[in-house]
């Protein structure tokens, strides 16, 4: 298998060779090299952006103080929240976010002008962007009317769920046939089953593609490990989602934090071919493997025959920190070729270009898609 990478930093490159929007951090060969963990370390915390860490560079930092504090940025509590809203930060920090990220509503006419002459084709988050945050990861279902909403997108355009669920899960939820599923971070991927769109002659109808098919036995070896070392850590939740595991700490108190992510470490210095990322309120387990929901998203813009075309415009709609890897590469596409949109009522470090707050933002996203895609056929007719 050939050797894949993660970020870490390069000590002294200048930032014009950083491939990371950070400067300071480069992409290194997997495991990083010896003593690489510390800087890491910091470079991470300063970019917010990715946090990756391998088993060995986990051994190199040296215990539960960098996890738990990664685990804190990445996943706010509500009294945290509170606290900054008490302290007054709140408003003029959102506001400056804002100009940078404004939301996808209120710039809609200016994203639908970006598509003159091109194909719409949708990427869709699932958790906390088609359906509520819950502390149940099992019951995050999505509203009828947020289905319906998608339903109607995925006529009028050719439409992908990526998530870091499983793909059988993640279908489960959705219940729609007709869309494409990209499950485990993009690592399962697999075309509609049902042909009922305008898009249904497209090459990606038929498609099935699992690049990390070789690590199904580990995945399933080291999910047992971690429901077991975690068995001990009330509210903590270990989900085997195939080709990935998810560890989810939502229901943890934050005082056990530190002794789980300690846990998760432990069982993955066993297991270097597997690295650790970290999500909201939730450490996923991955193979080394360079590929993520941004590999995806291309996938299946060549599966759909729309490799290397500027005729395209991809939307993107994500809430974590996996989805920056999509939003990434859209940005890489260059102006106008690609439309990255971060849920978030908070501001956060992101590479995408508008904000929406909350799913109910996103399903009124969708239907104005919808309804502005109606009139434009309409308008069309008329002529
Ligand atoms: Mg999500």
Redesign the pocket.
């Known amino acids: 298998m050939a050797k894949s990478s993660v970020a870490v930093p390069e000590v002294g490159v200048p930032a014009a060779q950083a491939s990371c929007p950070c400067p300071g951090t480069t992409l290194f060969p997997y495991p990083p090299p010896r003593g690489a963990g510390i800087a890491a370390a910091v470079v991470r915390r300063k970019c917010g952006l990715q946090v990756e860490l391998g088993a060995g560079a986990a051994g190199l930092l040296g215990g539960a103080c960098w996890g738990v504090e990664s685990m804190r940025a990445s996943s706010p509590t509500h009294a945290k929240a509170a606290a900054a809203l008490a302290a007054g930060a709140v408003d003029e920090e959102r506001a400056a976010w804002m100009v940078r990220h404004p939301s996808a509503l209120g710039k809609f006419e200016q994203i639908v002008a970006a598509s003159e002459g091109k194909r719409i084709v949708m990427f869709l ?5 088609l359906s509520p ?1 819950v502390d149940d990861p099992d019951a995050a279902f999505m509203s009828e009317t947020m289905r319906m909403a998608v339903r109607s997108v995925a006529k009028h355009f050719p439409t992908a769920i990526v ?2 669920r499983c793909r059988d899960k993640v279908f489960e939820f959705v219940k729609l046939a007709e869309l494409y599923y990209a499950g485990s971070h993009g690592m399962d991927i697999k075309g509609p089953a049902k042909a009922s769109s305008r898009h249904a002659k497209a090459k990606a109808k038929g498609v099935v593609f699992q690049p990390a098919s070789e690590f199904l036995p580990m995945i399933e070896e080291v999910h047992e490990r971690l429901v077991e070392t975690t068995r001990c850590i009330p509210g903590a939740k270990v989900e085997n989602n195939k080709f990935c595991v998810s560890v989810h700490f939502r229901c943890v108190h934050e005082k056990m934090w530190g002794e789980l992510s300690e846990s998760v470490k432990a069982v993955l210095r066993e297991y270097p071919k597997l690295r650790l990322t970290q ?2 309120m939730v450490l996923e387990v991955r193979p080394t493997i360079k590929w993520d929901k941004g590999k995806a998203l291309e996938f299946l813009l060549d599966s759909l025959g729309f490799a290397d075309c500027s005729n395209v415009l991809p939307v993107y709609i ?3 920190r ?2 920056e890897d999509a939003f990434k590469v859209l940005r890489r596409r260059g102006q106008g070729q690609g439309v990255g949109i971060l ?1 978030s009522k908070h501001p956060k470090e992101t590479t995408a270009s508008y904000s929406l707050q909350e799913p109910a933002e996103v399903m009124e996203f969708l239907l104005r898609l919808v309804e502005w895609k109606r009139l434009y056929r309409a308008r069309l007719r008329l002529q």
């Open positions: 988050d699932y958790d906390g962007t945050i998530s870091g999500g909201r994500g809430d974590d996996t989805d849920v």
